[in-house]
């Protein structure tokens, strides 16, 4: 059934996602994607559910009314970057890119509903497809949809990502934490300021900056092992109006990231523990908080195997991998995962260039497209709701 339909299919599919790559759209603005999205999946007689709190995000089923229902997700946003390949199919807007390989999720999930629909006398039980917006925001799309109703009655959920560390032909999963608690850390530091000539008579704010920010990696040092990574970055901060003022105000924007949710209170209390010891030696005032956390992704540990017996099925020897660690990489699918068992795997998608997300020339290997619809579909078989 699959392999003539692929062949039939191809096409469209890739013409669909160079048109999203084409069309990309930032989170929380994916108007005109969902839209298109939503009137292909009409012309295929599918009803969509949709409310406010779902923002552009929605979601359709198939199958049988049963008791037992399986989600499948993907996520519908670009990134903020401008594109700099040169091809037929490059991004037309500025700084506007699908840099993570959303464009690719979409089509692969259409894909797959289109193959179910055409074979839908087959299905056994009822499935649900979830259209997520803005999963690269803080706070993520998935609080969304959970807040508009989009997993109300499901009994699991699968979700999936491009990995460009590996080959079109190619899928990555490992049981239990996949991906990293991601926290967005906001410091404040404040002091009266002074003349950078006379340093001694203020607080010098851009040193005590410099010290805390050393200080807590040190003390993070002492905590993280290879097995319980811990990663601490800033990648904003401000301060200062000029050359010659010692400023009285910097703020630092970054990410405390890491895999053992266990360590929550242990690596905290290591950041309180520099910021005393900071405040202590330079008199400046410090304000620490975290505006925005997202779970590690937990995969079930049946579903998990349920994606590697469906992996082992259909690709050849070796094309399944046994990831050893988590990604320090953050996923909102992880917020699904807090309500419902789930599990959440990669796809190969190497193209001979990329090897990483999120980079200005990043691209695909269009095969990864077929290989999703491939495992999705042997996914549901093995999971007992298609015949």
């Given amino acids: 059934m699959l392999e003539n339909w692929l062949k039939k299919n191809q096409n469209e599919l890739i013409q669909l996602r160079r048109y999203l790559h084409e069309n990309p759209e930032i989170g929380y603005a994916e108007k005109e994607t969902s839209a298109y999205l939503k009137n292909y999946l009409k012309s295929l007689e599918l009803q969509i559910i ?187 901060i401000n301060g200062g109006d000029t050359f010659n003022v010692i400023p009285s105000n910097i703020k630092l924007k970054g990410t405390l990231r890491y895999v053992n949710s266990a360590q929550k209170e242990t690596i905290h209390g290591s950041i309180n523990k520099a910021i005393s010891e900071i405040n202590n030696i330079t008199g400046t005032e410090i304000e620490f908080s975290i505006p925005y956390s997202s779970p590690g992704i937990y995969n079930n540990k049946l579903l998990t195997q349920l994606i590697i017996d469906s992996g082992n099925s259909i690709l050849e020897k070796n094309n399944t991998v046994i990831l050893e660690k988590g990604s320090l990489g953050g996923e909102d699918f992880a917020f699904y995962l807090e309500k419902i068992p789930g599990a959440y795997f990669r796809i190969g998608c190497y193209d001979g260039h990329a090897r990483d997300l999120h980079c200005n020339y990043f691209d695909i290997n269009e095969d990864c497209i077929f290989t999703g619809i491939n495992i999705l579909k042997s996914v549901i078989l093995n999971y007992g709701h298609l015949s």
């Avoid at 203020?202 to 200080?215: F, H, I, K, Q, R």
């Fill in 50 to 236: 949709e409310n406010n709190d779902m923002k552009f995000g929605f979601y359709t089923e198939l199958g049988p009314l049963t008791d037992n229902i399986l989600a499948i997700r993907c996520d519908l946003d670009a990134l903020p970057i401008q594109d700099i390949k040169n091809c037929d199919y490059s991004s037309k807007k500025t700084k506007m890119m699908h840099a993570c390989g959303h464009d690719a999720h979409m089509t692969i999930l259409i894909g797959l509903i289109k193959l179910l629909k055409e074979h839908e006398s087959k299905l056994t039980g009822r499935l649900r497809f979830i259209f997520q917006p803005a999963e690269e925001c803080s706070p993520g799309g998935a609080i969304s949809m959970i807040k508009g109703g989009a997993i109300n009655n499901v009994t699991h959920i699968i979700g999936y990502h491009l990995y460009p560390m590996l080959n079109a032909n190619q899928i990555a999963i490992k049981e239990g934490f996949i991906t990293a608690t991601v926290e967005v850390i906001e410091i404040e530091l404040k002091c009266n300021g002074g003349h950078t000539s006379r340093p001694e008579e203020s607080v010098d704010l851009v040193l005590a900056t410099s010290m805390l920010v050393s200080e807590i990696n040190k003390n993070l040092e002492q905590i993280k092992s290879d097995e319980s990574p811990i990663v601490f970055v800033f990648g904003s």
